[in-house]
């Protein structure tokens, strides 16, 4: 590996500039789809990031000589919407100080809460990982103070990642998302059969209630997919927005292309009633890590559970079916617990360039991290397993 001074630090602003394969290059093996130049790129090729959409691309990149050795995937953001880390009182006390906040460099896959590594190093070939890390590391404060920017955080990065960070003066947040694990699972009754009565009881009445409704489901692989079934998927996104009173972060450009570049990840689930469709969900599958994330739901006809069995029985027989061992469900959602979900506490990493507002954060989250241990130590009392762990 060459010197230390030889590196070159980059902004990208483009991912398209660069040869897929350059990307992916620096990627570790469980590194899951999201990472991937196919997704990011898609991203900003449709205009979901970029533009005036308040992510400002700016990937930051190391090369050795004109080899490219590490990379973080990177934005200036002029809000906090599409995180699922919320720093809005940061910015409001920052604002309040007569400080801007924004903007400020966000280190994370977009609309995406997913863990997974942040900081990425080709491997092999005489690279110093550690090393490559710490230049990008030293490369992002840098970015910060010489652009008078308020701060840096890194969403969801693996916990050797954070070790890394927290040596840099980043601190520490936690979050809590719920996962379904595969025990061994030979069909959803033995599923079922793992779960306290009163939770085997109501999933079961859940799911008898949708059935009244004669509603059947599709599972579509991605690589079988046709255009018609995006267009009804974004229909049903949509208007799961639309009932929010909000916008969509994705449009259906983006859904196409990513089902066109990435079909062996996707895999959508579609309820239909005499046979004329009327809810949907999506999966991502990573076979390599045997995960599966459910990342979009919506319906246009409102059915009483029919969101449950859609994007959680459905997407459960799913991976019991093919023997996927975890199932993200995504940020938020105590609900998910009544339905065979356990929490799980993830970290981001934040950095504060401002002395002062760095300390009042410190506290901040000092007190929310023990405020959220005690939540995640209630909810244990609340779980929806048996004691016992049930075998195939």
Known sequence: MAPPDSFQLEILDRLSDIPSNDWNALLPA????????????????????????GWQVAHLLLRDDQRLIGALPLYLKQHSYGEFVF???????????????FPKALCAIPFTPVQGSRILSLSGDGIDASGV???LIEGLKALVLQNDLSSAHVLFPYATELEALKEHGFMLRDSVQFHWHNQGFENFEHFLSAL??????????????????LIS???????????????????????????HRSSPYLNE???KLWAQRMPENLHL????????????????????????????????????CLHFETAYYQAIEYCISQKIQTFEGGA?????MARGFLPKTIQSAHFIADPQFAKAVKHFLDREHQGIGAYVDELAEHSPLKSSKVQP
């Open 30 to 53: 469980d590194a899951g789809p999201f990472l991937r130049h196919e997704f990011l790129s898609a991203l900003e090729e449709t205009g979901c990031v970029g533009g005036n959409t």
């Open 87 to 101: 720093d809005w009182s940061w910015a409001q006390a920052y604002e309040q100080q007569g400080m801007q906040y």
């Open 133 to 135: 890390a710490r230049r």
């Open 196 to 213: 306290t009565m009163k939770r085997r009881k109501n999933i079961r009445r859940e799911r008898e209630q949708v059935a009244r409704e």
């Open 217 to 243: 489901f599709r599972h579509i692989p991605g690589e079988s997919s046709t255009n018609a079934d995006w267009e009804f998927f974004y229909r049903c996104y949509a208007n799961t927005y639309l009932e």
């Open 253 to 255: 450009a983006f859904f």
């Open 269 to 304: 689930i579609i309820a239909e009633r005499n046979g004329s469709p009327i809810a949907s969900s999506l999966l991502v599958v990573d076979p390599t890590t045997s995960k599966a994330y459910g990342r979009y739901w919506g319906a246009i006809e409102h059915v009483p």
């Open 332 to 336: 938020q959602g105590e609900q998910k």
